[in-house]
């Protein structure tokens, strides 16, 4: 693939950001449309696809961030000379074709599409039925952009295919397909496996855990409880499952104020045995595979922990390998946790919120990736390239 010189591909996000900012009107009109077919009950989704003025504030500066990092391709890793004289140099390098399927969200067409161009990746966008109008609008802009600076509309494209013909289309790719990024809930994922005959990275699963340790704060606790669950349901690194050690002072009365500040906030509970007997009038966990979901509601399941080696290992066990967090004050507890669990990101007395590209200083963000190969977390501009070894040599043969 051609690389681009970097002052060809800043023009391209210097008119992206004026075009959407001059089309905003038609962008929102658009929008409007999707928003009037949309089943309103699934409040996760719907939160997703709105876009307003703020939503456009936030695509144009998501633009403007990329556009101010550094090139990321062509970028020297490592260079060494060997005995021999022969010299070997390893390079950032683009990975070609990036495919990124995802429901809903409008604001991954510029997210996904500034990202992969300017790391001189080609990238085709599988947007959901229920944004259609949203992502054309956008997808048009992002031509007028390329056109405006001689540059073919391939590089961003939005793949217009129902559900089989996306199957048909993983199967036997009618163009060469370098990465595949599916963001969505299980179903997504399995489909994507399932049909795929290229590189996949896991991304969008959420299924996040807390642990309250003997010895936390219990007001800091609750406020970061309270943030983790009720801040963005439809985030994907929103909590689903809280874990309480038995040993906390006061364990009962404390228990039944985390129910109290909940119910005020309409979330619904779901509690083990060991709970369901302090709060006997909440739903008592039924079936092992509700440790297994993402619920994307204003629903918490809320257990009992016996120690922290007790709660690393449920969080292994169930979660989807995202965000986790301790609430504790023990720095020694928090370095066990945070080295033990496996997840993306761990934290210490913080939110799983955090788990984004603009709070961890990334900037904008194709997915955050659960996959450990090649990068875990946030999917920034630093993380849409590959590598290439150059190897100069003056007639050197093995031997």
């Not at 998501?62 to 390893?90: F, M, Y």
């Not at 056109?147 to 163009?175: A, V, Y």
């Not at 929103?238 to 129910?259: R, T």
């Not at 913080?350 to 961890?360: E, L, P, V």
Request: aromatic share 6%; net charge negative; glycine share 6%.
């Amino acid at each position: 693939m051609k690389l681009l010189p970097i002052d060809i591909k800043n023009k391209v996000l210097d008119a992206m950001m004026r075009i959407i900012d001059r089309d905003r009107t038609k962008i929102l009109e658009e929008n409007k449309k999707d928003l009037e077919a949309f089943n309103k009950e699934d409040r996760a989704l719907y939160d997703r696809l709105v876009v307003d003025d703020n939503k456009i504030d936030d695509m144009i500066n998501a633009i403007k961030k990329v556009r101010h990092q550094e090139d990321p391709v062509n970028q020297e890793i490592s260079s060494i000379t060997l005995d021999s004289g022969l010299e070997i140099t390893n390079k950032t390098a683009p990975f070609g074709t990036i495919l990124i399927i995802y429901e809903s969200r409008p604001d991954v067409t510029i997210e996904a599409a500034v990202l992969a161009f300017k790391a001189n990746n080609k990238i085709l966008l599988k947007g959901g039925k229920e944004a259609i109008h949203s992502n054309l609008i956008l997808e048009k802009c992002w031509h007028e952009a390329l056109e405006e600076n001689n540059l073919s509309r391939d590089w961003i494209k939005l793949l217009h295919l129902k559900r089989e013909e996306t199957q048909e289309f993983l199967r036997n790719p009618t163009e060469k397909l370098d990465l595949i990024v599916p963001r969505g809930g299980e179903r997504l994922i399995k489909f994507v496996k399932d049909n795929a005959t290229c590189a996949v990275l896991i991304s969008g699963r959420g299924n996040n855990f807390l642990y309250v340790a003997e010895d936390a704060d219990w007001d800091k606790a609750v406020k970061v409880i309270v943030n983790a669950k009720t801040d963005k349901i439809s985030g994907c690194n929103a909590l689903d499952k809280v874990l309480i050690n038995k040993s906390i002072p006061n364990y009962e009365a404390k228990v039944k104020e985390l129910q109290q500040v909940l119910k005020q906030l309409d979330v619904a509970l779901v509690v083990d045995q060991a709970i369901g007997n302090i709060l006997p009038n909440e739903e008592v966990i039924q079936e092992e595979s509700i440790w297994y979901e993402e619920f994307l509601a204003m629903k918490l399941l809320i257990a009992e922990s016996s120690d922290l080696d007790q709660a690393i290992s449920v969080i292994n066990t169930f979660s989807g390998g995202h965000s986790a967090a301790i609430l504790t004050e023990s720095q020694q507890q928090a370095a066990t946790f945070m080295e033990q669990v496996d997840s993306a990101a761990v934290y210490h007395n913080a939110s799983t919120r955090f788990t984004d590209g603009g709070q961890m200083g990334v900037g904008a963000e194709l997915a955050i990736s659960t996959d450990k190969l090649h990068h875990r977390g946030p999917l920034g501009l630093k993380q849409l390239v590959t590598n290439k070894y150059y190897v100069f040599g003056d007639g050197h043969i093995r031997v």
